[in-house]
């Protein structure tokens, strides 16, 4: 008897998802250090922290894949890119990441739709919530330094901003969240 509720395509493409996972907090572990190395020990906290934030969306995707009777399979995470050359650069490629992986799950939600598999479709809404927000945090980094001037940041900028991203809450209002009183 068959008690596997995914099919081969969805429990290949969950797994491929949480291996995504898996890399982005190694990517977030390495800018963390690069940054830390460099003397942005604010913004390597923020970092660290997010790594571990994505270690639990691939904790998230290997149990889900177990309570639908699936088997996971964890496999070898590939290595991060190579450092940033510069804070503003290491913030686009936060962006850029969190931009691809959105377009990863956005994936995975229409093949479950495609299959009419509801119950995946629906876990994904949860990864599908979680990419707005994390692009509007990953946003919101990039704007804090666009004010700082950017490129061109003097290091008295660069050393607030720093401290400012230590206590950076880790989560970002959605749109949705907003009202008049509290915009
Ligand atoms: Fe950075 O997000 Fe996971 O899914």
Redesign the pocket.
Known sequence: MNTNRLSKTIQQALND?MT??AH?AQI?LSYGAWCDSEGYGGTANFLFR?AH??RN??MKILEYILKRGGKPTVTAIPAPPADPESLHQCFEKVFQ??VD?TTA?YALVKLSFDEQDWATWNFMQW?VK??TE?ETLALDLLDKLKIAGGEKADVDMLYNLDRELKDKPDDATLAQEVTEEKP
């Open positions: 998802q995504k996972e982005a977030y997010h934030e994505e969306h691939m990441h969190e992986n799950i990864f979680e990419q994390e």
